[in-house]
């Protein structure tokens, strides 16, 4: 039987689309493992970095990379930037800073990431779901429960790690500004560039960040390794993640491309046991086959998308 014009164009439009998804899933996957190593960096940082200041000046640096970006590659656009959703996507991204690197300081690198970035799908879920009519679908379900109880196994049997009661409760408001800005960032995307987006998003965090550069004490800075780590944290873990980040985003739901950045937990963990000792009991784990399944699944379920 041939196929005609009619039907060959549908097929061809529903090819692009999946590859479309298939692309921005490894985008965002390639942010989350880039995400991944900001604990270390942070634990590797010289002794009496302020988890504040460290997280501020990341924006910094960060904000600017991605702002000198989006002017070499056509500016910030003409369009009028809508406030609510811009103010909130800055502001988000500036809690997140403060609640994640706190948190991290408190309960260390593994448990920290893994409990900020584990509740977040299902936040995530919840919020696309009230505020975008997005329906993560059965696929999202089995992925985030799978992960989730992953999630649990890491930070339940986590062996000698340190569970601080107030460290986690701020690693859960980091993964709460994670879904939200996250959120932010999708309204934002239709009609701009990545690079535009993610440059305001991230100086406005900066700018209501700076005002705790004021009060804390940077002599750190003048250490090689304390601005290695900045400049680190700034270009390479914001700004080259991020942009990565919103151009996946473009195609992925927000509950889907937030579940996909499980694979940040993962990364942080596996880094805090090779590099920094931190050590985790046989059934903890068992979390890692966990997490591994829940991105296979979900990875699994969008190639098909369009078949």
């Known amino acids: 039987m041939e196929t005609g014009p009619e039907t060959a164009a549908p097929t061809k439009a529903a090819e692009s689309s999946a590859g479309g998804v298939r692309a921005g899933a490894l985008l965002v996957l390639a942010a989350g493992v880039l995400w991944g190593t900001s604990g270390t960096s942070q634990a590797l940082a010289p002794e009496g970095v302020s988890p504040w200041?460290?997280?501020a000046l990341r924006l910094l640096?960060?904000?600017a990379a991605l702002m000198l970006l989006a002017f070499l590659r056509g500016g910030l656009g003409a369009g009028r930037w809508p406030f609510r959703a811009t103010f909130l996507a800055g502001a988000f991204v500036a809690s997140?800073?403060?609640?994640?690197f706190t948190a991290v300081s408190r309960t260390g690198v593994a448990v920290g990431t893994l409990v900020a970035i584990g509740s977040s799908p299902v936040l995530a879920g919840l919020l696309g779901l009230v505020f975008r009519g997005e329906r993560p679908g059965r696929a999202w379900g089995v992925a985030t429960l799978l992960a989730i109880a992953g999630c649990?196994?890491?930070?339940?049997?986590?062996?000698a790690i340190a569970v601080d009661v107030v460290g986690i409760l701020l690693a859960l408001g980091a993964g709460l500004s994670y879904a939200c800005y996250t959120m932010s960032i999708k309204v934002l995307l239709p009609g701009r560039s990545s690079e535009a987006v993610m440059a305001v998003v991230f100086s406005l965090g900066a700018l209501l960040l700076s005002?705790?550069?004021f009060i804390s004490n940077l002599k750190w800075l003048a250490q090689p390794s304390g601005m290695a780590v900045v400049v680190y944290l700034?270009?390479?873990?914001t700004a080259l993640?991020?942009?990565l980040f919103a151009r996946g985003l473009r195609s992925v739901p927000v509950a889907s491309a937030v579940t996909l950045s499980l694979a940040e937990p993962l990364v942080a963990a596996l880094l805090g046991i090779l590099f920094l000792g931190e050590r985790l009991t046989p059934l903890a784990l068992c979390g890692i086959p966990l997490l591994f399944a829940g991105l296979?699944?979900?990875a699994a379920s969008m190639s098909g998308k369009g078949r």
Not at 96 to 100: N, T
Not at 152 to 159: C, E, F, I, R, T
């Open 53 to 55: 200041s460290l997280g």
């Open 211 to 213: 005002p705790l550069l």
């Open 152 to 159: 649990g196994l890491l930070v339940g049997g986590g062996g």
């Open 96 to 100: 997140y800073q403060l609640s994640f």
């Open 296 to 298: 296979a699944v979900l």
């Open 241 to 243: 993640s991020y942009w």
């Open 61 to 63: 640096v960060g904000g």
């Open 234 to 237: 700034g270009v390479v873990v």
